[in-house]
């Protein structure tokens, strides 16, 4: 079940504030993310540090939520949500949800290895290797530079491409890690382990 509402958290997360309106969606889906990394945790510590991180997390959603209502017209006090501000919790946010999906990612791979599931370990790599090449383009379009409006639409693709990804494993793991009914994964041991 773990992998199911990381699955869903995430969705709600990445996939629905692509609307600015639903960005209302994260303060449901980072408490469901940091429940299915605390009850995934047995299985690897990994997932319990990806949960001690993912624990601030919804005070992005709180904050990403209070600001499309402003910007849509919804509630007064939108200088707060402009200027300095804005731009300080937009780095804040890109930098912390890196470091999250990084440690998820690389539990994914640290479990599935352990589990002997190459395909979902490699997966979990490439998929981390695309989120820190989309992050390096995203730093280098921010610098001033010349052209840099070229790149919006590349990395425009890149993000989606990331968390269609990413959506994907999440599902993948949720089904061959910890199939539906089953309440324990079988983690090989290593040869001449005990």
Same mark, same amino acid.
């Given at each position: 079940?773990? +992998?199911?509402?990381?699955?869903?958290?995430?969705? +709600?997360?990445?996939?629905?504030?692509?609307?600015?309106?639903?960005?209302?969606?994260?303060?449901?889906?980072?408490?469901? !993310?940091? /429940?299915?990394? =605390?009850?995934?945790?047995?299985?690897?510590?990994?997932? =319990?540090?990806? &949960?001690? $991180?993912?624990?601030?997390?919804?005070?992005?959603?709180?904050?990403?939520?209070?600001?499309? &209502?402003?910007?849509?017209?919804?509630?007064?006090?939108?200088?707060?949500?402009?200027?300095?501000?804005?731009?300080?919790?937009?780095?804040?946010?890109?930098? =912390?949800? &890196?470091?999250?999906?990084?440690?998820? %990612?690389?539990?994914?791979?640290?479990?599935?290895?352990?589990?002997? /599931?190459? #395909?979902? #370990?490699?997966?979990?790599?490439?998929?981390?290797?695309?989120?820190?090449?989309?992050?390096? !383009?995203? /730093?280098?379009?921010? %610098?001033?530079?010349?052209?840099?409006?070229?790149? $919006?639409?590349?990395?425009?693709?890149?993000?989606?491409?990331?968390? +269609?990804?990413?959506?994907?494993? +999440?599902?993948?793991?949720?089904?061959? !890690?910890?199939?539906?009914?089953?309440?324990?994964?079988?983690?090989? #041991?290593?040869?001449?382990?005990?």
């Amino acid at each position: 079940m773990g +992998f199911g509402l990381v699955l869903i958290g995430y969705f +709600f997360t990445s996939v629905m504030p692509v609307i600015s309106i639903f960005s209302a969606a994260m303060l449901l889906g980072y408490p469901l !993310i940091s /429940l299915g990394l =605390y009850r995934l945790s047995p299985y690897h510590k990994r997932f =319990y540090h990806a &949960f001690f $991180v993912s624990l601030p997390a919804p005070l992005f959603g709180l904050y990403y939520t209070v600001s499309s &209502f402003v910007r849509a017209g919804l509630f007064a006090g939108g200088s707060f949500f402009e200027g300095t501000v804005f731009t300080v919790v937009e780095w804040l946010y890109f930098v =912390y949800a &890196f470091a999250l999906v990084a440690l998820i %990612l690389w539990a994914i791979a640290s479990l599935a290895t352990e589990m002997a /599931l190459f #395909q979902l #370990q490699s997966s979990a790599w490439r998929n981390l290797t695309f989120l820190a090449i989309y992050q390096v !383009i995203y /730093l280098i379009i921010k %610098l001033p530079i010349p052209h840099a409006a070229a790149f $919006v639409l590349p990395i425009t693709i890149l993000r989606y491409l990331c968390i +269609f990804l990413n959506v994907w494993l +999440f599902f993948r793991c949720y089904r061959f !890690i910890l199939p539906e009914g089953s309440d324990s994964v079988e983690v090989p #041991q290593k040869k001449g382990g005990k």
